[in-house]
């Protein structure tokens, strides 16, 4: 017999694994479901029935070569045995199966290699389902009662692999839906390939059942059954975070290249979406990343802040259930204020083209104080303004002043906390006016 088994393992060895052969199952009482295995176990197909009971299986031979059966287990191929089969002209059939075992069909050069599980060894029935009183914040545990092993098969090498069973577990949680900006109900589903006693899965973010049903093999002959767990109070958290910072569209401010700040003063409105679970809410200001100097605490889900001072505030969400049991923490937003800076033009052309050059402005950054006042050679206050990004359009009491020579003074303050007193004259160049005056012009 050794000898025997020996010289089949050289024949499988040169086994044509492309070929495809026609094999059908006779009485049985509910449909074979047919499985395609890799191509690395060496299989054709897997098929899993019902029962066995009293059933056979038919191969119609394709040629005149003779047809020989053989039957191996988890030994692999290597140590198949042949079975008798019975020939009714070009049909051979092979009865008295046995499940959970490996076939061959040999005809001339060509085999075909199929396994069978009797899914009678196997049945899934679910008694009941519980949630287990040990939880963390990231797994649910759940205890089944009830029967559902691993169904495994063998490679004509002899490997074990697994048939996925696709037991379904079914509960609630939520999900984050961005058209709608909330957090939204849905079905979740985890499959596993057999029963366990202990079964995990993701903490659901809101109170929920969950329901067993298995498998996917009495689901196909209609047979599926189903247990469900007493209502589950949520524990776990989550949040969505946003944060928007208000642009200015100002034409002299210098911009710096930063996600989020960049020229004080900077407004940002930071917002925080929750999940069922949550209890507590904090949005942190910290100077540095591991939040080890939080200088400002804030409970609100919405909150506004205006950072005015130069430097790297790193801000973030923090959230809790009633218990304290399980936080939230989310991404670290960094908003960067940039060093200050003031630079004043020395001369503009009110009415010489619209548009290029027709007003005096400064080009600023980061300045969160600001007073400029603007003179004529007498001494009169002509213009001013406190916001940075606004100018002066030559004009005073509305009618544009003449050509010449006035002069500006600037008292601000820097969000680094520079100070800044700050002279100069502004040249007045390429006026249209006509019956300028050297005398002073009037309040």
């Known amino acids: 017999m050794k000898r025997f088994i020996f010289s089949i393992v050289s024949l499988f060895l040169t086994a044509v694994m492309g070929y495809s052969a026609s094999v059908s199952f006779v009485g049985n009482s509910k449909p074979v479901i047919t499985e395609k295995p890799?191509?690395?176990?060496?299989?054709?197909?897997?098929?899993?029935?019902?029962?066995?009971?009293g059933v056979s299986v038919h191969y119609k031979a394709s040629s005149s070569s003779n047809v020989t059966w053989y039957r191996f287990s988890n030994l692999?191929?290597?140590?198949?045995?042949?079975?008798?089969?019975?020939?009714?002209?070009?049909?051979?059939?092979?009865?008295n199966l046995e499940g959970d075992m490996g076939?061959?069909?040999?005809?001339?050069?060509?085999?075909?290699?199929?396994?069978?599980?009797?899914?009678?060894?196997?049945?899934?029935?679910?008694e009941s389902v519980n949630i287990s009183a040990e939880q963390d914040c990231d797994v649910t545990a759940l205890n089944?009662?009830?029967?559902?092993?691993?169904?495994?098969?063998?490679?004509?090498?002899?490997?074990?692999?697994n048939l996925d069973r696709g037991i379904k577990v079914v509960y609630n949680t939520l999900q984050w839906d961005d058209n709608a900006s909330i957090?939204?109900?849905?079905?979740?589903?985890?499959?596993?390939?057999?029963?366990?006693?202990?079964?995990?899965?993701?903490?659901?973010l809101c109170n929920t059942d969950v329901t067993i049903i298995g498998d996917r093999f009495l689901e196909t002959w209609g047979e599926a059954t189903s247990a469900t767990s007493q209502f589950y109070t949520a524990i776990a958290v989550s949040a969505h975070t946003a944060a928007n910072q208000t642009i200015r569209e100002n034409?002299?401010?210098?911009?710096?290249?930063?996600?989020?700040?960049?020229?004080?003063?900077?407004?940002?409105?930071?917002?925080?979406?929750?999940?069922?679970?949550?209890v507590f809410t904090e949005w942190q200001f910290a100077t540095d990343a591991e939040f080890e100097n939080i200088t400002l605490r804030m409970n609100e889900l919405v909150v506004s802040h205006v950072f005015r001072e130069q430097g790297t505030t790193y801000v973030r969400f923090v959230a809790s259930n009633d218990a304290g049991t399980c936080d939230y923490f989310s991404d670290t937003y960094e908003v960067f204020i940039g060093t200050s800076s003031?630079?004043?033009?020395?001369?503009?052309?009110?009415?010489?083209?619209?548009?290029?050059?027709?007003?005096?402005?400064?080009?600023?950054?980061?300045?969160?104080?600001?007073?400029?006042?603007?003179?004529?050679?007498?001494?009169?206050?002509?213009?001013?303004?406190?916001?940075?990004?606004?100018?002066?359009?030559?004009?005073?009491n509305g009618k544009y002043v003449p050509a010449g020579?006035?002069?500006?003074?600037?008292?601000?303050?820097?969000?680094?906390?520079?100070?800044?007193d700050l002279k100069g004259d502004i040249n007045i160049i390429k006026y249209k006016y006509s019956g300028a005056s050297s005398t002073a012009p009037t309040e």
């Open 103 to 126: 076939y061959i069909v040999e005809e001339g050069t060509n085999r075909y290699y199929f396994w069978i599980v009797d899914y009678s060894k196997h049945y899934f029935d679910i």
């Open 144 to 161: 089944s009662v009830g029967y559902g092993d691993e169904i495994k098969y063998y490679t004509i090498n002899g490997q074990a692999k």
């Open 183 to 204: 957090y939204s109900q849905i079905e979740a589903v985890e499959e596993f390939s057999h029963l366990t006693e202990t079964m995990r899965i993701p903490a659901p």
């Open 38 to 53: 890799a191509t690395s176990t060496g299989l054709n197909d897997l098929f899993v029935l019902y029962n066995l009971n």
């Open 342 to 396: 003031i630079d004043c033009p020395n001369a503009f052309s009110p009415e010489a083209s619209e548009g290029i050059n027709d007003e005096w402005k400064v080009s600023y950054k980061s300045i969160i104080s600001f007073e400029c006042y603007i003179f004529n050679r007498w001494g009169i206050k002509v213009a001013e303004f406190n916001d940075p990004s606004q100018g002066w359009d030559g004009k005073h």
């Open 76 to 95: 692999g191929g290597g140590y198949a045995e042949v079975v008798p089969s019975i020939k009714q002209g070009d049909v051979y059939t092979l009865s």
């Open 405 to 420: 020579v006035y002069y500006y003074v600037i008292k601000a303050e820097g969000a680094d906390g520079r100070h800044y």
């Open 251 to 278: 034409d002299n401010e210098k911009k710096d290249e930063a996600a989020l700040g960049g020229s004080a003063p900077v407004e940002i409105e930071f917002a925080a979406v929750c999940s069922d679970a949550v």
